[in-house]
């Protein structure tokens, strides 16, 4: 078994900052990509940024030069630094990662519970 725990969602003004974070444990054996996605009211899920093992990342265009995307391999969590953040930012926050549950196993998908973010004066 696998879990998700995101933390660090919450209400900002605009032009503020927040720091989501992801822990991943329970059976694991490797964890490949991790990313983070997120989901506005009547919209479909979208993805923000991830990042690979070895620290390659990639950001959707709305959100780059505001948002950075880290990891840290030893305490299988990932985070997301959100700058500048806007009214449009507004969403629920998920957490996604492939995970290796044993050394024969491929990967699969794992996603967090979600966490609210919203920006608002």
């Known amino acids: 078994q696998v879990q998700l725990v995101e933390s660090g969602g919450g209400l900002v003004q605009p032009g503020g900052s927040l720091r989501l974070s992801c822990a991943a444990s329970?059976?694991?054996?490797?964890?490949?990509?991790m990313g983070w996605y997120r989901q506005a009211p009547g919209k479909q899920r979208e993805l923000v940024a991830y990042?690979?093992?070895?620290?390659?990342?990639k950001y959707a265009d709305s959100v780059k030069g505001r948002f950075t995307i880290s990891r840290d391999n030893a305490k299988n969590t990932v985070y997301l630094q959100m700058n500048s953040l806007q009214p449009e930012d507004t969403a629920v926050y998920y957490c996604?990662?492939?995970?290796?549950?044993?050394?024969?196993?491929?990967?699969?998908?794992?996603w967090g519970q979600g966490t609210q973010v919203t920006v608002s004066s």
């Open positions: 990042i690979t093992f070895g620290g390659m990342s």
């Open positions: 996604n990662a492939n995970i290796e549950t044993t050394y024969y196993s491929p990967g699969s998908p794992h």
């Open positions: 329970g059976s694991i054996f490797s964890i490949n990509d």
